[in-house]
């Protein structure tokens, strides 16, 4: 069974720290692109970080550039998005994806539950 499944997620203060894992099942990670997206209450999806399964480049959205930063193990066949000096209007639903793209555009095959993350001021 193909299954992707989000963790790590949590309330946190602003300034704080935490790391989102996404571990995949039923296929191999690395044969695809990886995908971040979040989504807040009342807003659209948000592709904020992936990597391309084809050139190995990073994207970050400006909102999270410099803050987040997305990583694997293959060993583990997980993909991470470390957070940092997190805001408030980082709160948002975060769900990861394997996909096929990973710089101006991703298209998801598989998709995670989402993991909340919230953020207090």
């Known amino acids: 069974e193909v299954q992707l499944v989000e963790s790590g997620g949590g309330l946190v203060q602003a300034g704080g720290s935490l790391r989102l894992s996404c571990a995949a099942s039923?296929?191999?990670?690395?044969?695809?692109?990886a995908g971040w997206f979040r989504q807040a209450p009342g807003k659209e999806r948000e592709r904020i970080s992936c990597?391309?399964?084809?050139?190995?480049?990073?994207y970050y959205a400006d909102s999270v550039k410099g803050r987040f930063t997305i990583s694997s193990d293959d060993a583990k066949n997980t993909v991470y998005l470390q957070m940092n000096s997190l805001k408030p209007e980082d709160t948002a639903v975060y769900y990861c994806?394997?996909?096929?793209?990973?710089?101006?555009?991703?298209?998801?095959?598989?998709w995670g539950q989402g993991t909340q993350v919230t953020v207090s001021s």
């Open positions: 990597t391309s399964n084809s050139d190995g480049s990073t």
């Open positions: 039923g296929f191999t990670f690395d044969d695809y692109a």
């Open positions: 994806a394997a996909g096929t793209g990973g710089g101006s555009w991703f298209l998801g095959d598989y």
